[in-house]
T-cell receptor
């Protein structure tokens, strides 16, 4: 029962470097999400994808790009990392028809120096 | 104004007491409301969801929704030390069906 799998779990970058966070789900969910979590800020929505081929901006999209590669995979790319992007990133998915529970990955802790 | 706000906390209650967690939202078109629990260093997990005005009970947990006041709450009865966690309120709009917005969370500590 893999559920939602994120890679990598930890990453340290230097300012200006690029990287991609990978997310895959095996629950046949339509909707996928990327959130970031900073102390005292809860979860802030970066981008989401209602279905394969569609993506929409969330609350804090600046500095990020996403790709919904297929129904299973939704990646988040930082083109030029900044220290303000130091955070814990969570990928999530849910069954759009059920309009219910979000299933989360274990999180990816990113540090930008 | 943030779209979803929660009482700032941290909230401390003695074991066995009732913990009351509050959430307000700004978009009157919001449709579905969720409470997630997050232990330190872990992912959020769903506790309850509520769609209709009124109360919804599940074991020691009761969610209350008042759409007119744009207010949703979570009551935890007979609080246990294992309930110590951060509680996140999440809201789903009708107009942006897939956009799920979270509040900043309230940290709860249950003191034995």
């Amino acid at each position: 029962n893999a559920g939602v799998t994120q890679t990598p779990k930890f990453q340290v970058l230097k300012t200006g470097q690029s990287m991609t966070l990978q997310c895959a789900q095996d629950m046949n969910h339509n909707s996928m999400y990327w959130y970031r979590q900073d102390p005292g800020m809860g979860l802030r929505l970066i981008y989401y994808s209602a279905s394969e081929g569609t993506t929409d901006k969330g609350e804090v999209p600046n500095g990020y790009n996403v790709s919904r590669l297929n129904k299973r995979e939704f990646s988040l790319r930082l083109e030029s990392a900044a220290p303000s992007q130091t955070s814990v990133y969570f990928c999530a998915s849910r069954d759009r028809a059920a309009a219910g529970e979000l299933f989360f990955g274990e999180g990816s802790r990113l540090t930008v120096l | 104004q943030k779209e979803v706000e929660q009482n700032s906390g941290p909230l401390s209650v003695p074991e066995g007491a009732i913990a009351s967690l509050n959430c307000t939202y700004s978009d009157r078109g919001s449709q579905s409301f969720f409470w997630y629990r997050q232990y330190s260093g872990k992912s959020p997990e769903l506790i309850m969801f509520i769609y209709s005005n009124g109360d919804k009970e599940d074991g020691r947990f009761t969610a209350q929704l008042n759409k007119a006041s744009q207010y949703v709450s979570l009551l935890i009865r007979d609080s246990q030390p294992s309930d110590s966690a951060t509680y996140l309120c999440a809201v789903n709009r009708r107009t942006s069906y897939d956009k799920v917005i979270f509040g900043p969370g309230t940290s709860l500590s249950v003191i034995p």
